[in-house]
């Protein structure tokens, strides 16, 4: 292509004076500027409002952060024109929403000054009709809160008015470069969405003005770029962060649904029409979906039409609006950001709004000398569609125009509650419009949503006060099976509960003799009490009333309390009945609770409705029990489940000395005397020890905490434990004798310290155990595999080749007399099929043998409570302080484990 300046083209003269038409621009915003204003007026509340606002606070508190709402992804140059504003008006929407009608106000005189350089007069005032009078859903996020979107836009449009000057110049000056950098770094930073106007811009000046690039541009560019995303660039080298692996988002196999997504719903939002997602119905037999096709062929003509004309260089410009489509439509047909397509919120494509003026505006330029006409024609057509649209459009349960006496009125009540809550000393809140309320109490009360804060650190606070309020959040059922007595009174016009009382759980039942049936007969064997989460209870599908299970505990014994671990907090029951007994026959009732809202624990002083470390709690007066019987109530569209079941009994008091507030004080000096490197703790403690960390380890947090290089496992995960120096394992003192057994067992030193009511263990490095090679291993069953285990490197799994209750056994020798401590079990292929029931043989000569004690070790995981294994593709048993022996024998133990036993790696110490 050549590398020359671009004639310009030839523009058709107006067909009426400069007077109308200047008149006809006037108007055309004059139309932009009301509607904005009606839609400022009539925004509603929303929860963008409050996190965009209290993003602002922190500025006014000393706090900078660089990310809005602790992603990496979006900055916080939309928030800072607020600051001011905040800092003397105080909070209220109206300094929130004042923003975006600005914002797309902006873009759209910048996008007049580049469709003046691309269509004809009259092409013009089309592109500037759609834009001052949009479609619903661009009209939307004219009044909505969430400014780092239409900032973006704006930042966007900025980067291609450079891109169209610097296209234009015979020679780059130093500070057009620049600031072409500034608008790309900005905008980066700023909206990470912007980055496919970044690409097509630098593919458009790279094809077409490379000749002309100095090394002072680049400098310039490079300038401007770091100076507009410096808050990106330090958050890039101070940590380290995952874009490398955004890669892995792109895949063909997205193509065919996204495109179908594409085309029935996202062009129809973009382009004035609603769907069912935004209230509406595009069926193939409706005169909408014909209007929809007539205007999606008007766009793809002009945008065909934009190429034909950059490719003859006419101007060359013309190139870079399709080109801008291009990128964004690539990127979600072929990534998993396409995922938003099927939805009523189409982000990722509003930089469009940037090329469909151009389209339309160069189809009514082909009309010429009759372009009035068309320009009337086709600007009735797309007016007469966008605000067609504006009556249905619901992107949620509110309309686009509300009566400005709602936005008022929610602006006083908010404000009253939280000077109510202020009066009631609530200083930290759950509440589920928390994050409205959080910016209207400008920090105090510091309110967060009970189980999905959009502010993580503010979160981590709430969660580590010792008495936090739960505002108008209906937790009644679940406070009913919890059995704790607390407050509950109006507080700020809505239902509040505070102050539980402390459970009766001095001592952790010991579990080595229970046994479980469920409610159907299955037998369940110690699945309840064997450490193990892989094992337990589990509804084959959604869960109804009366599935459940009965635990007998083998003797009679006073309990106060209990808790069940299911495998994530989607397996929670939505009700239960847990009733006691001491025949088996006759039980008497311990706790109910219909419609149950969890999980719902204690973690340290208070309750937590929390995700991570689910589990369902239940306490009541100590009584003596044998059976426990545990059934469901209700229905549920998802299985329910008791991976392990805890039970507690009364135990001694705790000292003066070691009350939650005492605790707090010794956990941050313990961890800002030891500065662990990872923390496994539950809710309260973990924000504890995030908040008292300056420079914070990783923590087993309800809440991940973004700007931090190592993630959290998903929800659904317990946290593995890494046994070596720098892991800190935080529990309460009843769990604390159960947790220095499992470290012991599996052979791990460490160090214990106090901390009131928690225990701190300080794991050291593993010893250096060496790996014994076995000199033969065989089995009367797969022989020929068995052998192979002796061979490290070997893939072919040895397997029972049937149901473990069927039996089966590895015979080991040594081939001399060798010290075994630990035995791994590893099956990375077959992670179910690992043994439930192992023994363990010893003998001299291979034919004598004696039992040994063995004991599943590991791997371990932070349940949050205590550390308990999990089965799976790995699997260590102990050999407690170990047994020589030249011959040893692994056999399976009578159980009802339908699954077989498979072995692929076996590794002796």
Not at 193 to 204: D, H, I, M, W
Not at 446 to 474: C, I, T
Not at 531 to 554: E, N
Not at 840 to 859: E, I, K, N
């Amino acid at each position: 292509m050549n590398q020359d300046s671009a004639p310009a083209p030839e523009r058709p003269a107006l067909a009426t004076g400069p007077k109308y038409y200047l008149a006809v621009v006037g108007m055309i915003y004059a139309a932009a500027v009301g509607l904005r204003v009606a839609r400022f007026l009539s925004a509603r509340l929303s929860a963008e409002n409050g996190l965009v606002g209290s993003t602002a606070e922190q500025f006014l508190r000393g706090d900078f952060p660089l990310f809005l709402m602790g992603k990496d992804f979006m900055g916080v140059y939309d928030v800072l024109p607020m600051v001011p504003l905040l800092h003397f008006l105080g909070p209220s929407s109206y300094i929130l929403n004042l923003w975006s009608p600005l914002y797309t106000l902006g873009a759209m005189i910048v996008v007049h000054r580049l469709l003046q350089r691309v269509v004809g007069p009259w092409g013009v005032l089309t592109g500037l009709a759609f834009l001052a009078i949009p479609p619903a859903f661009w009209l939307h996020y004219c009044g909505y809160a969430q400014t780092h979107y239409t900032l973006g836009v704006l930042l966007s449009a900025l980067l291609m008015l450079q891109t169209a000057r610097l296209s234009e110049a015979e020679h780059w000056g130093a500070g057009q470069t620049f600031l072409w950098g500034l608008a790309a770094g900005a905008g980066l930073y700023g909206n990470a969405q912007t980055v496919g106007v970044f690409l097509a811009c630098a593919a458009f000046l790279l094809a077409t003005s490379w000749r002309r690039v100095r090394p002072l541009n680049l400098v310039a560019f490079c300038g401007g770029g770091l100076l507009g995303g410096l808050p990106l660039l330090y958050y890039l080298l101070t940590a380290q962060t995952a874009y490398a692996d955004k890669i892995n988002v792109f895949s063909w196999g997205y193509v065919a649904k996204h495109f179908h997504e594409l085309w029935t719903n996202a062009l129809p939002i973009i382009l004035g029409f609603n769907t069912p997602p935004t209230g509406g119905s595009l069926s193939p037999a409706s005169p909408w979906f014909g209007l929809y096709l007539l205007l999606l062929a008007v766009v793809c003509a002009g945008l065909g039409g934009l190429i034909q004309r950059g490719l003859r260089g006419r101007p060359r410009l013309a190139l870079l609006f399709p080109l801008v489509a291009a990128v964004y439509v690539v990127i979600l047909l072929t990534s998993h950001y396409g995922l938003f397509l099927h939805g009523s919120q189409q982000a990722y494509l509003m930089s469009l709004y940037l090329v469909l003026p151009a389209a339309l505006g160069l189809v009514v330029t082909w009309f010429e000398p009759r372009a009035k006409i068309a320009a009337g024609l086709l600007t009735a057509l797309t007016i007469g569609i966008n605000v067609g649209g504006y009556a249905a459009f619901r992107p949620n349960v509110y309309p686009l125009f509300l009566s400005p006496a709602i936005q008022a009125r929610q602006n006083r009540d908010y404000l009253e509650a939280a000077e109510l809550l202020r009066r009631a000393g609530a200083h930290h809140v759950y509440a589920e419009n928390s994050w409205l309320l959080g910016f209207y109490g400008n920090g105090d009360p510091l309110a967060v949503h009970p189980w999905q804060p959009r502010k993580n650190e503010d979160a981590h606070r709430v969660d580590a006060s010792l008495d936090p309020l739960f505002y108008g959040v209906d937790i009644a059922s679940s406070t009913t099976l919890l059995g704790l007595k607390h407050k509950i009174a109006t507080v700020g016009g809505r239902l509040s509960r505070w102050g539980f009382a402390q459970p009766d759980k001095g001592l952790l039942l010991e579990r080595h003799a229970w046994r479980a049936r469920s409610l159907n007969g299955q037998d369940l064997g110690d699945a309840l009490g064997d450490g193990d989460l892989a094992s337990g209870f589990q509804t084959a599908g959604p869960a109804g009333p009366g599935q459940g299970f009965v635990l007998d505990l083998g003797a009679a014994q006073t309990v106060s309390g209990l808790a069940l671990i299911p495998q994530g907090y989607v397996e929670t029951p939505k009700g239960l009945t847990i009733e006691g007994s001491l025949d088996g026959h006759v039980f008497f009732p311990l706790a109910q609770s219909h419609g149950y809202v969890g999980p719902f624990y204690m973690s340290g002083p208070h309750p937590v409705l929390k995700l991570r470390h689910p589990r369902v709690e239940s306490y009541w007066r100590p009584c003596l029990v044998r059976q426990i019987r545990i059934s469901h109530l209700g229905r549920s569209n998802r299985p329910w489940s008791a991976r392990e079941v805890l039970l507690w009994g009364p135990g001694p008091a705790a000292g003066p000395d070691a009350d939650w507030s005492s605790s707090a004080v010794a956990l941050r000096r313990l961890v800002g005397r030891l500065k662990p490197a990872r923390v496994y703790a539950d809710t309260w403690a973990a924000a504890v020890a995030r908040t008292s960390a300056d420079a914070p380890p990783w923590i087993s947090l309800a809440h991940g905490f973004h700007n931090e290089s190592r993630p959290d496992p998903p929800l659904a995960q317990w946290p593995e434990l890494i046994a070596g120096r720098g892991s800190l394992v935080v529990v309460d003192r009843p769990e604390a004798a159960a947790t220095r057994r499992a470290l012991e067992l599996l052979g791990l030193p460490f160090t214990e310290a106090s901390a009131g009511r928690l225990r701190a263990f300080a794991l050291g490095n593993p010893p250096a155990r060496p790996v014994i090679e076995p000199r033969a291993i065989s089995s009367r069953l797969s022989p020929a595999a068995a052998a192979q285990l002796a061979h490290p490197g070997g893939r072919t799994p040895w397997s029972t080749n049937g149901p473990q209750s069927a039996g089966g056994a590895l015979d080991i020798d040594l081939g001399r007399p060798r010290l075994v401590r630990l035995v791994e079990l590893r099956t990375p292929d077959f992670a179910q099929d690992y043994p439930r029931a192992l023994t363990a043989w010893v003998s001299d000569d291979g034919r004598a043998w004696r039992p040994t004690p063995l004991a599943p070790a590991g791997p371990l995981f932070f349940s949050g409570q205590m550390l308990l294994r999990r089965g799976g593709a790995v699997n260590i048993f102990s050999l407690g302080p170990g047994v020589t022996t030249r011959h040893l024998r692994l056999a399976l133990a009578p159980n009802h484990c339908p699954w077989w036993w498979s072995v692929q790696e076996l590794v002796l110490r």
